[in-house]
DNA sequence: CAGAGCCATCCAGACATGCT
DNA sequence: AGCATGTCTGGATGGCTCTG
C-alpha cells in the first residue's frame, strides 16, 4: 500500500469538504489556517491531484475531491468506531476521549493490522518492508496509548488480544477506504481499477476463468487480482478488506451480519464413476444401488460435505461402505480411474477440467443436491465507480455461465 | 488563501543486548 | 528463533509566524 497519509490531515480535510473553508475548519480543529492550507497541500501531492477549488468565498471539492471525501469520511467513521470500542474497554464514554485519529498515527495502526494478519512482528515487518524493531515500536506504542493490551506473546508468536482483534478488523477497513482513495484518484485520471476477487474451489475451475477473460476485455487497465483459499480464510480477507468479493458457493443464510449474499445460480452435483464402471451398463439404477461402492467425499467440515451427508448418505440410508475424504479434483480424478469408488461432482467441474471422456454421471434421482452459487461481499463495501461497473460485467459473465 | 523560513518533533533504520 | 528494549542518527514531517 501507499504510503498512509497522516490521519489528522484527512480529518482536516474533511472539516475543509464540510465547512468549504480552511479558515472554518482550522477554528474547529484549533489550528492556524496556515497548517489546514499545509495538510491540504500535503494531501494532494500525496494523491496526486487537486481536491479544493481555492476561491475568493471559500474552498469547494472537485470531482475527484468529492470521491476521495467519500471514502476519508468512511475511514473517519470508522476511526470513531474504533474510539468508542477503546473508549468501553476503559470503561470511559467516547464522547470522553479524544478522537482516536489525533492519538494515533496510520502507520501504528498498519503495524497492529501487519502483525495481527502475519501473526509475528518479523513477518510483519517483512510484510511492511520495515524493521522489526520499528513495527514492534509501532505496535506497542500504539497499546500506550490506547491504554490497553491488543497482542499477547503466545510461544513463537503474538495473538492478538479480543481487543486488538477488534482494532485491527475496523483499522484495516478504515486503511482500505483510504488505499482506495489512492486508487479512485489514480483511476479518475489513468481509467486503472483494481479489483480483489477471492475464489472458492469450483469458481476456480470452471467459473472465474471465462468471467475474467470478460472482465479483462472489458476493463483493459484494470488490475485483476485472485486468492484462492478455502471459505474461512477468504471469508476472513473478505471481512478485513483483503479481497472485494467472493466467487463460488454460498452459505445461506450468510456465515455474518457483515456480510451479503447474491444469488447468481444453482449448481447440480451429480453421482458420478469411472467410464466402463460395472453400474454404467445397467439400465434403471435405484439409490439403494450405490450403497455397496466405496465413496470419494469432500472433508469433513466442508458445506459440501454437509451437502453430501444430507442428500447422498441419507438417501441411501446407511454409511457408505468405505469413504475416502479429499478436496482435491485431482486426487478425485485419480481414484475414480483406479477403482469403482463413486464421487459427486459437479458437472461443470467436470467439463472444466476435461474430464467427461473419463467419468460417467450415473442416472440416479437424489433430491436437493443443488448448490447456491453467487457472490459474496461486504455489507459496508463502497465499490468506486469502475469497481461497481466490474462487479457487474463479473455478475453477468458468471451467469452466462448458468 | 498561499508560500517561505524556522524550529521542534517524529519516524524508522541500525545496532547491541537480554529474555523466553 | 523470535520478541523486547535501549540508544544513536539522519531525514522527514508538522505547525508556527510572518508576509504578500
Known amino acids: 500500500m501507499a504510503r498512509v497519509p497522516n490521519l ?39 494523491f496526486g491531484c487537486q481536491l479544493f477549488e481555492r476561491r475568493t468565498t471559500g474552498m ?15 475511514a473517519l467513521d470508522l476511526l470513531a468506531l474504533a474510539s468508542e470500542r477503546v473508549a468501553a474497554e476503559s470503561g470511559r464514554t467516547a464522547a470522553k476521549s479524544p478522537p482516536i485519529e489525533r492519538l494515533v498515527s496510520a502507520g501504528q495502526l498498519s503495524a497492529l493490522v501487519a502483525v495481527v494478519r502475519s501473526g509475528g ?7 511492511l518492508g520495515q524493521a522489526q524493531s520499528s513495527v514492534h515500536r509501532a505496535a506497542r506504542s500504539l497499546e500506550q496509548l490506547v491504554g490497553a493490551p491488543l497482542l499477547r506473546h503466545m510461544g513463537s508468536g503474538v495473538e492478538p488480544t479480543p481487543l486488538g482483534a477488534d482494532l485491527a478488523n475496523i483499522a484495516g477497513r478504515a486503511l482500505r477506504e483510504i488505499e482506495a482513495g489512492f486508487g479512485e484518484t489514480k483511476a ?11 475464489a472458492l474451489p469450483l469458481a476456480q475451475a470452471a467459473i472465474l476463468p ?21 471459505y474461512p480464510t477468504l471469508l476472513n480477507a473478505l471481512r478485513l478488506g483483503d479481497i472485494d468479493v467472493i466467487v463460488g458457493a454460498l452459505r ?5 451480519s457483515d456480510v451479503v449474499e447474491e444469488l447468481l445460480f444453482f449448481d447440480r452435483r451429480l453421482v458420478v464413476c469411472r467410464a466402463g464402471h460395472p453400474l454404467t451398463k445397467r439400465g434403471h439404477l435405484d439409490v439403494s444401488d450405490l450403497a455397496p461402492y466405496d465413496w470419494i467425499v469432500p472433508r469433513k467440515g466442508t458445506a459440501l460435505r454437509l451437502l453430501f451427508d444430507s442428500v447422498v448418505a441419507s438417501a441411501i440410508g446407511e454409511r457408505p461402505r468405505r469413504m475416502i475424504e479429499t478436496d482435491s479434483f485431482v486426487v478425485l480424478r485419480g481414484l475414480l480411474r483406479l477403482s469403482d469408488a463413486l464421487a459427486f461432482v459437479s458437472r461443470r467441474r467436470i467439463k472444466a477440467e476435461r474430464a467427461e471422456g473419463e467419468m460417467a454421471v450415473l442416472p440416479v434421482e437424489l433430491r436437493g443436491c443443488q448448490r447456491a452459487i453467487g457472490l459474496t461481499t461486504r455489507r459496508d463495501w463502497h465499490p468506486s465507480g469502475l469497481q461497481a461497473s466490474m462487479v457487474e460485467t463479473l455478475r453477468s459473465a458468471v451467469l452466462q455461465q448458468a
Not at 60 to 74: M, S, V
Not at 121 to 127: D, L, N, R, V
Open 8 to 46: 489528522r490531515h484527512l480529518r482536516l480535510f474533511s472539516l475543509t469538504a464540510r465547512h468549504r473553508s480552511g479558515r472554518r475548519a482550522a477554528e474547529e480543529a484549533h489550528l492556524s489556517q496556515p497548517a489546514v492550507a499545509q495538510a491540504i497541500a500535503s494531501l494532494e501531492r500525496q
Open 60 to 74: 469547494f471539492l472537485t470531482p475527484q475531491g468529492r470521491a476521495l471525501c467519500a471514502r476519508i469520511d468512511r
Open 121 to 127: 512482528f518479523s513477518s510483519a515487518a517483512a510484510e
Open 188 to 198: 479518475d485520471r489513468a481509467q486503472e481499477a483494481q479489483l480483489r476477487i477471492g
Open 210 to 230: 471465462e468471467a475474467l477473460v470478460t472482465v479483462g476485455e472489458r476493463f483493459p487497465g484494470a488490475v485483476l487480482s485472485v486468492m484462492d483459499a478455502p
Open 252 to 256: 445461506n443464510p450468510a456465515p455474518a
